[in-house]
């Protein structure tokens, strides 16, 4: 066995005190990811050790020998007076309470962050995979800092008169919260034990109006996964390429995507943002035109800075899945329809299908009519739909629920559906391809064809 040292002396020197050791374990196959701790601290050196060459595998020892990183919150201040106005409370903590865990096993991210230590009133929550900053409009009278339990001081400030609230807290981390006549006293948790948010460089940043970010989630977001057997697909891809930002999100049953061209020049980049990052963010942006966010990437984090407001989630890490070769021009089936008529034509249908129940609409395209049909044991349903179409007769069969929630987050009055044969994917897209949606069909047997 061989041991290699790599600039290891001053685990020796006036380091040693300080340092903190981890051991990772890597074989010739398994991808070697320093923890993120390094990447905040002050780096000094490793130990490796490794098997010999000539062996069939290579396993190594990694030693990472580091220093803690220093942060800014030098002195914790348990004595604290804020006075703020109830209205501005109350949206800070709807905004923090996106990013409270609901069960943890560390109790201190149950809590909202209150730090008025600088100029500034700011919440703070973290559950480790998604954090908040929010800046709350109000005054300090005493700086101070200290965690409160998020529910409980949501459920205080939301029964409130809508008054000015005072929030004042003692060395023994006890919080009073009182507006009016109302008085509230919660113990509340040291500020030093919260979990920091990390810390991203802001470089270039991504800008694009929070009405465009909110629309392009909302009209992909219902095609990611539920369950987290592929933790890829649990999250869509943000892509930037030829001045263009691309969103995709599939299921393994259909894909949506979203497209939208770029003000100006950006580097090209592909991460997976988490799904649930990306609904809690649509929750918080206003969806005014005017309004804008700027979108910085890390290695593994994305920051997403609007209003008063910072929301920093880690990347799902993993190479997303190649959609181009699954998406084909080709067709010998076309047809331009009105979306509400088929839309609700859809919805009808689905009145005889119970929860959870699996029956296929069964739509088949002749001439310049579209006939679908439903069948289920509590009874059928027939409806015809004028069309313009373009290319060969079809008989083919879908999951009504993947056909609604694709059309129900297209805009365009008309749309133009795409189809090979029963076996192949359908395609709903316009001609600019600013919005593709690729739906599988389902087999059907010869009754269900009747």
């Not at 890490?317 to 839309?343: A, P, V, W």
């Not at 749309?415 to 316009?430: G, H, M, Q, T």
């Amino acid at each position: 066995m061989c041991i290699s040292v790599y600039n290891f002396s001053p685990l020796f020197g006036r380091f040693s005190c300080t340092q903190v050791i981890h051991i990772v374990y890597v074989t010739l196959y398994t991808k070697l990811s320093i923890l993120e701790t390094l990447e905040k601290s002050i780096f000094f050196g490793v130990i490796h050790i490794f098997t010999s060459p000539t062996a069939a595998t290579t396993d190594s020892f990694y030693i990472f020998i580091y220093k803690k990183p220093h942060h800014p919150r030098k002195e914790v201040i348990h004595i604290m007076k804020i006075i703020c106005q109830k209205i501005n409370l109350l949206k800070s903590v709807n905004i923090s309470l996106k990013a409270v865990p609901s069960k943890t096993t560390m109790p201190i991210l149950e809590c909202i962050l209150i730090d008025a230590t600088t100029n500034q009133i700011k919440f703070t929550t973290n559950d480790m995979e998604l954090g908040i900053e929010t800046i709350v409009d109000g005054i300090i009278e005493e700086k101070g800092i200290i965690a409160l339990d998020a529910k409980i001081f949501y459920e205080i400030i939301r029964r409130l008169p809508d008054n000015t609230v005072t929030i004042k807290t003692d060395e023994k981390l006890t919080a009073t919260i009182t507006c009016e006549k109302a008085k509230f006293t919660i113990p509340g948790k040291s500020g030093e034990d919260f979990a920091y948010l990390p810390l991203i460089e802001k470089e270039e940043s991504l800008t694009i109006s929070q009405f465009t970010l909110k629309e392009m989630i909302r009209q992909t977001i219902f095609s990611i996964a539920s369950n987290e057997t592929n933790k890829l697909m649990t999250g869509e891809l943000f892509e930037i390429k030829n001045n263009y930002l691309k969103i995709v999100s599939l299921d393994g049953h259909r894909i949506a995507i979203r497209r939208m061209e770029l003000k100006k020049d950006y580097a090209d980049r592909k991460v997976v943002v988490p799904g649930k990052t990306l609904n809690e963010i649509s929750k918080i942006l206003s969806g005014e035109i005017d309004d804008i966010v700027n979108i910085y990437f890390s290695k593994n984090h994305i920051l997403f800075e609007f209003d008063q407001t910072i929301v920093v989630s880690r990347l799902i890490d993993g190479e997303y899945f190649r959609i181009d070769q699954m998406l084909s021009s080709d067709y010998e089936t076309k047809i331009k329809i009105n979306k509400k008529e088929f839309l609700d034509c859809i919805d009808r249908a689905t009145l005889l299908v119970r929860e959870g129940e699996k029956k296929p609409i069964i739509i088949e395209i002749t001439d310049n009519s579209m006939e679908l049909r439903i069948d289920s044991a509590m009874g059928s349903m027939n409806e015809n739909i004028d069309i313009d179409k373009e290319g060969k007769d079809i008989l083919i069969g879908f999951n009504p629920r993947f056909l609604i929630d694709a059309l129900k987050v297209i805009d365009d009055e008309t749309i133009s559906i795409y189809l090979v044969n029963p076996k192949a994917p359908c395609f709903i897209r316009d001609d600019e391809e600013n919005y593709t949606y690729l739906i599988l069909p389902v087999n059907i047997n010869q009754n269900q064809a009747r």
